[in-house]
């Protein structure tokens, strides 16, 4: 079964993910926050002891990725994903409220699509 890593905060957002994506087979993997991510992921090497948060660790399939989150955003987040050897390579679809944004993020090697808020759940 493939897995997705949901970094999202807004939870309605995260619901119409999940109604797109559960239906054709996949886990979600829902988190909130980019400190959450890191840690699901394996680097809570980086946070201080106060976010470390205990949970199984994961390497999903593909990662959607909001940028604008608490505590750690979008970019610090894939900016650890890409300095990482084991985990560089998974592809990151990016959703943002911000389609300014895009031009940021689409050079990335792992950053496979920018999809601007709101968009069309189908087309994700």
């Known amino acids: 079964m493939k897995t997705i890593l949901l970094i999202e905060d807004d939870k309605e957002i ?8 559960e239906p054709e087979g996949y886990t979600i993997k829902e988190i909130e926050s980019g400190d ?13 002891q106060e976010k ?3 949970q199984e660790k994961l ?3 593909l990662i959607l990725l909001d940028i604008m989150l608490p505590e750690l955003d979008g970019h610090t987040f894939l900016q650890t994903l890409i300095n990482n050897q084991n985990l ?3 592809p ?4 943002s409220g911000n ?5 940021l993020f689409i050079g990335y090697s792992n950053v496979k699509h920018f999809f601007a808020k709101p968009f069309d759940p189908q087309q994700l």
């Not at 995260?14 to 994506?21: D, G, M, Q, S, W």
């Not at 990151?92 to 959703?95: D, E, K, N, S």
């Open 14 to 21: 995260r619901e119409l993910i999940k109604f797109t994506f």
């Open 52 to 54: 470390k948060l205990p």
């Open 99 to 103: 389609p300014k944004f895009a031009e």
């Open 92 to 95: 990151v679809i990016i959703i």
């Open 36 to 48: 959450e991510a890191l840690s699901i992921l394996g680097f809570e090497f980086l946070l201080p």
């Open 59 to 61: 390497i999903p399939n």
């Open 88 to 90: 560089k390579d998974i």
